[in-house]
């Protein structure tokens, strides 16, 4: 008969503060250990107690700094992460031409077929005008170019690409989504939401190892920047498969929270399948819905229309009652919905929709509303009421603070990113960046979060000040507020029987500076127990 394995050693960690919070207080207390077996904590206390119980157990001693909870990446998209480093890098741009510039460099590169690229925003070039088809053309030749704009929601083509999809002037705008035009109602090279998809379907699909690579690609750069967990928003069938076969393989290097592409064929498939509440490395946690497209494309759909172009009022990229029926099932099923809604119109109707799917599927779980970015005032008081997530990304704030104004207009700027309200009605926030529309570095989203300012200290004292969160709120939202948002009591917090996901970091982290603190690097790492390998990181002292 064979004799069953010895127990996990013990392992203690010692010397930094610990970032300790249930949830209604926090505080960093020093003198302070955390004892692990396997992929769990066992023991949370005062050092010199843990060193009496375990006087066996291995020790790492910290120098100094800060423990917390590993970071948990509320929204990203993993394998658009993985693929944005094999893409022409359009961010940062100053215009259309500079961007063309970075294409033709790129299309050098890489020889032959399609032309991709991504991270153009025409809001931070003169003129903020949409590029056109003509300044592509130049520098693409015969290839077809496919470039998607920095949120995703809309993509820059070229005259190659506009005949293969036999894109025309006599073209209708797809439902949710539209053809950009000119004067004489040619294309103009511009498609956004779901017209982007007349062009990308026919975009060839990566191979498995390809999309292994990618997955992969992204995983480790979350987990570079601190993070144990990922909530990955909007996964094909095709990335379910490859997500299935690398948990099987022990191969994840974090864990996973996977919410599926609203494709009906997808939800009859995994919906009859019961919800897993153990927290494991991969699984199936939800569906990722589309009310609308983003504010910077003018797809957000508005409750009245753009002030800065009044013809219209954004787009459904999603028939609300396909979301009404889609959502029901799926709470019925006990899955997970999360609801992309930018607009105010478009987070209006998302916040109906979830009360009226709670109300016939007495769900415990807390839906979601992803973005949830402008919000009327007594819109964003229901989200507490009605135990409703929502889901965050702080850094589109001081990414979008210039022009989100001219979108606006005056009379509903102050909808624009109301953090403060949805805490102060009770609702639970998760944090998240929207990786790769944003830089993942949640470093650089606690300090927006506190400033809403951008790193250059613009605007001045914050885009709408009131809204801003303390460093402790903030913190929250990264570790805690992730849990509560995935349903998880074992994440998210430094407490016996919780996942030993652990993140050191070599500063005190509630004395830095907002600047200091978007220049902090994660130190140590520890992933269900075990430690994993850094790139170097320099203190940010």
């Known amino acids: 008969m064979l004799m069953a394995p010895p127990p996990p050693s013990i392992v203690l960690i010692t010397g930094a503060d610990l970032w300790l919070d249930d949830g209604r207080t926090d505080e960093v207390k020093a003198a302070q250990a955390v004892a692990l077996r396997g992929p769990r904590i066992v023991e949370v206390g005062p050092e010199a107690n843990l060193v009496k119980h375990y006087p066996k157990a291995s020790r790492v001693e910290l120098k100094g700094g800060t423990l917390l909870p590993a970071f948990t990446e509320g929204h990203a998209h993993v394998s658009g992460l993985g693929i944005a480093k094999l893409e022409a890098d359009l961010s940062g741009t100053k215009d259309s031409n500079d961007s063309a510039n970075r294409v033709k460099a790129w299309a050098t590169e890489h020889g032959d077929g399609w032309i991709r690229g991504r991270g153009w925003d025409q809001n931070r070039w003169p003129g903020k005008s949409f590029p056109v088809v003509s300044e592509l053309d130049a520098v693409s030749g015969s290839r077809p170019a ?64 390809e999309r292994r690579n990618q997955l992969l690609e992204g995983l480790r750069e979350l987990r570079n920047e601190g993070f144990a967990a990922v909530a990955d928003m909007g996964v094909s069938f095709q990335e379910l498969a490859t997500y299935r076969a690398l948990a099987s393989e022990n191969a994840l290097p974090i864990r996973v929270f996977a919410y599926l592409s609203h494709d009906p064929k997808l939800l009859v498939q995994e919906l009859k399948q019961p919800h897993s509440r153990a927290t494991a490395f991969f699984q199936v946690q939800g569906v990722k819905f589309y009310m609308d497209g983003a504010l910077g494309s003018r797809g957000a759909r508005l409750t009245l229309p753009y002030s800065d172009e009044p013809s219209t009022s954004g787009l459904w990229v999603t028939d609300p009652a396909d979301v009404q029926r889609d959502v029901t099932i799926t709470m019925k099923a006990g899955y997970q919905p999360a609801i992309h809604a930018i607009g105010d119109a478009a987070n209006r109707t998302a916040l109906d929709i979830l009360e009226a799917a709670k109300r016939s599927s007495h769900s415990a779980g807390l839906p979601r509303i992803e973005h949830a970015q402008i919000v009327d005032a007594l819109d964003a008081a229901r989200f507490g009421k009605a135990g409703i997530i929502a889901s965050v990304q702080p850094v589109h704030c001081t990414s979008d603070h210039a022009w989100t104004p001219a979108r606006l207009g005056p009379g509903r700027v102050d909808e624009a990113f109301p953090w403060r309200a949805f805490l102060d009605g009770g609702a639970v926030l998760a944090f998240g960046s929207d990786a790769p529309v944003e830089d993942p570095n949640p470093y650089i989203a606690l300090a927006a979060a506190e400033t809403r300012e951008d790193p250059e200290g613009d605007p001045p004292g914050g885009f709408l000040p009131g809204q801003k969160l303390t460093r402790v709120e903030a913190l929250r939202a990264y570790t805690m507020g992730n849990a509560r948002a995935l349903g998880r009591k074992d994440m998210g917090r430094i407490q016996k029987g919780a996942v030993a996901d652990l993140l050191w970091v070599n500063s005190p982290i509630l004395a830095l500076s907002p600047t200091e603190l978007r220049s902090l690097r994660p130190g140590r790492l520890w992933v269900n127990g075990t430690e994993v390998n850094l790139p170097a990181a320099p203190s940010a002292h």
């Open 146 to 209: 496919f470039l998607t704009r920095v949120d995703g929601h809309a993509a820059w083509v070229n005259s190659a690409a506009l005949r293969l999809a036999g894109i025309s002037a006599t073209t209708p705008d797809p439902k949710g989504g539209r053809i950009v035009r000119d004067k004489n109602g040619n294309p103009t090279g511009v498609l956004v939401d779901t017209a982007v998809e007349l062009v990308s379907v026919l975009i060839p699909m990566p191979s498995e190892s």
